[in-house]
């Protein structure tokens, strides 16, 4: 098996896929991030047939004529739409291995994806189906917070304690290291897109205009905070006005963002209290020192890291390239791929 493997190796890449809910990575051994796309598949609903993966369909939504939809197939970290996936994860691993000319290697890889802890057995094996059925000829799943750990480069594999925070588009996975295994692990399906719909409600009760999700998505990013900035910014909203069903411009504020994603951020922050009174006093000592790492899409929100220092107590730190921390994670674990399948073999005889 080795020897197989190993002319395998020859001929087509081994991938770490953070398969988001907003947005995918895929890291290639040896090379790093080659392929970073929102998670968004424009199709053609009469033939089924896919028009559009990534950047591209994302400028699609919204905008689309009645017989083209632009949809995301992930939804709170899983797998919505199994077809839909399973095309899009056949454009990243061709993308993937087309980032160095086509026809360089062959599109068969051994993948390892990044799914939240809480997921089922059969929400698990329907990534395990969608990327094989996708072109990979090995699938491993990791649990999105033990590979952004890994990708942050904390020391799990010690005595002492570790925390990491990945706040993504669908799940804001929370866990706490010790010996090389997750002493305290929560994963809740409230993150960025909850955001989002903080903003479009927000806009629509104070303004009486309707925005998308995508502008809501821009807002988010551009204006997005949890403290108070040295300068506010501020922004014109183009969106629908429900009185008169017209085109209007509102001026936003960030002070007014803030105001909005704030339910949002205050429900994750409770979360967070939590598993810090789960942590055993011996790994809160630490915790005290080391501080908890930030991870992900949600890091990028201005001032959350200085927030939560004061509502936690506890020293936070953003880790380096937040977006990309599970990705990187991914992909160190491709050199420890034989304890990968050790790991899932007994998971499959579990079920």
């Given at each position: 098996?080795?020897?197989?493997?190993?002319?395998?190796?020859?001929?087509?890449?081994?991938?770490?896929i953070?398969?988001?809910?907003a947005?995918s990575?895929?890291?290639m051994?040896?090379?790093?991030?080659?392929?970073s796309?929102?998670?968004?598949?424009?199709?053609?609903?009469?033939?089924?047939?896919?028009?559009?993966?990534?950047?591209?369909?994302?400028?699609m939504?919204?905008?689309?004529?009645?017989?083209?939809?632009?949809?995301r197939?992930?939804?709170?970290?899983?797998?919505?739409d199994?077809?839909t996936?399973?095309?899009?994860?056949?454009?990243?691993?061709?993308?993937?291995h087309?980032?160095f000319?086509?026809?360089?290697?062959?599109?068969?890889?051994?993948?390892i994806?990044?799914v939240?802890?809480?997921?089922?057995?059969?929400?698990?094996q329907?990534?395990?189906?969608?990327?094989?059925?996708?072109?990979?000829?090995?699938?491993?799943?990791?649990?999105e917070a033990?590979?952004?750990?890994?990708?942050?480069?904390?020391?799990?594999?010690?005595?002492?304690?570790?925390?990491?925070?990945?706040?993504?588009g669908?799940?804001?996975?929370?866990?706490?290291?010790?010996?090389?295994?997750?002493?305290?692990?929560?994963?809740?399906?409230?993150?960025g897109?909850?955001m989002?719909?903080?903003i479009?409600?927000?806009?629509?009760?104070?303004?009486?205009?309707?925005?998308?999700?995508?502008?809501?998505?821009?807002?988010?990013?551009?204006?997005?905070?949890a403290?108070?900035?040295?300068?506010?910014?501020?922004?014109?909203?183009?969106?629908?006005?429900?009185?008169?069903?017209?085109?209007?411009i509102?001026?936003?504020?960030?002070?007014?963002?803030?105001?909005?994603?704030?339910?949002?951020?205050?429900?994750?922050?409770?979360?967070?209290?939590?598993?810090?009174?789960?942590?055993?006093?011996?790994?809160?000592?630490?915790?005290?020192?080391?501080?908890?790492?930030?991870?992900?899409g949600?890091?990028?929100i201005?001032?959350?890291?200085?927030?939560?220092?004061?509502?936690?107590?506890?020293?936070?730190?953003?880790?380096?390239?937040?977006?990309s921390?599970v990705?990187?994670?991914?992909?160190l674990m491709?050199?420890?791929?034989?304890?990968l399948?050790?790991?899932?073999?007994?998971w499959?005889?579990?079920?």
């Amino acid at each position: 098996m080795n020897v197989f493997n190993s002319l395998w190796g020859l001929i087509t890449y081994d991938l770490g896929i953070d398969l988001g809910t907003a947005n995918s990575m895929v890291y290639m051994r040896n090379h790093g991030i080659v392929v970073s796309e929102p998670s968004v598949v424009a199709i053609e609903k009469r033939t089924k047939s896919i028009l559009a993966v990534g950047k591209d369909a994302r400028q699609m939504i919204g905008r689309t004529p009645a017989n083209i939809v632009a949809i995301r197939p992930l939804k709170d970290g899983v797998i919505s739409d199994f077809d839909t996936t399973q095309a899009m994860i056949h454009h990243f691993i061709r993308q993937a291995h087309n980032y160095f000319g086509k026809g360089f290697k062959i599109p068969r890889p051994r993948v390892i994806v990044g799914v939240p802890s809480s997921v089922t057995e059969v929400e698990r094996q329907a990534v395990i189906d969608a990327a094989r059925i996708a072109g990979a000829r090995e699938v491993f799943i990791v649990e999105e917070a033990m590979a952004a750990a890994i990708g942050a480069n904390l020391p799990i594999e010690t005595a002492s304690g570790s925390m990491i925070v990945d706040v993504g588009g669908g799940t804001t996975d929370i866990a706490v290291f010790s010996l090389g295994d997750i002493v305290v692990d929560k994963t809740m399906k409230i993150a960025g897109d909850e955001m989002d719909e903080d903003i479009i409600n927000y806009v629509r009760e104070k303004y009486n205009v309707l925005i998308g999700e995508r502008t809501a998505e821009d807002i988010k990013i551009s204006m997005g905070s949890a403290m108070p900035l040295k300068k506010e910014k501020k922004s014109p909203v183009q969106g629908r006005d429900l009185l008169t069903g017209l085109p209007k411009i509102v001026e936003l504020s960030s002070v007014e963002v803030r105001e909005a994603i704030m339910n949002t951020i205050s429900v994750i922050t409770e979360s967070v209290k939590d598993a810090i009174e789960e942590t055993p006093p011996e790994l809160l000592k630490d915790l005290l020192t080391s501080g908890v790492s930030l991870a992900g899409g949600g890091a990028l929100i201005m001032g959350l890291d200085t927030f939560w220092s004061k509502e936690l107590n506890i020293p936070i730190k953003i880790v380096e390239d937040p977006l990309s921390t599970v990705a990187r994670g991914t992909a160190l674990m491709l050199d420890h791929i034989e304890l990968l399948e050790r790991v899932q073999k007994s998971w499959e005889e579990l079920i």
